[in-house]
Nanobody, 123 residues
Framework: VQLQASGGGLVQPGGSLRVSCAAS????????VGWFRQTPGEDRAFVAG????????SHAESAKGRFTISRDNAKNMAYLQMNRLKPEDTAVYYC?????????????????WGQGTVVTVSS
């Protein structure tokens, strides 16, 4: 199983960025996908989750109204569109996958993890 996160980079405050997660080695359409972020010295924090079919999503309060999670099961891809970025959004962003929706926001419930992509929001 491999989850490959990409699309991170340097963006100015107020800007937008889309990070992607490419999945392989699993039946992607049967997995819940979550996006988490982590800064040095902190635990991984839930950003957003999407159900296996894409019909249900959940976003952290910090992400609501600015970030949108989506997926394309035909391409084995998941995305996190991030708008109106703030310096406090700077982190390593990880995608993860698990089989059931329950506890979608709990990082320790996830079975598979990508390697992370760095997002830096700075002027």
């Amino acid at each position: 199983v491999q989850l490959q996160a990409s699309g991170g980079g340097l963006v100015q405050p107020g800007g937008s960025l889309r990070v992607s997660c490419a999945a392989s080695g699993l039946t992607f359409k049967t997995y819940v996908v979550g996006w988490f972020r982590q800064t040095p010295g902190e635990d991984r924090a839930f950003v957003a989750g999407i159900s296996s079919g894409g019909g249900t999503t959940s976003h952290a309060e910090s992400a609501k109204g600015r970030f949108t999670i989506s997926r394309d099961n035909a391409k084995n891809m998941a995305y996190l569109q991030m708008n109106r970025l703030k310096p406090e959004d700077t982190a390593v962003y990880y995608c993860a996958a698990k089989k059931v929706w329950r506890f979608v926001a709990s990082w320790d419930e996830y079975e598979h993890w990508g390697q992370g992509t760095v997002v830096t929001v700075s002027s």
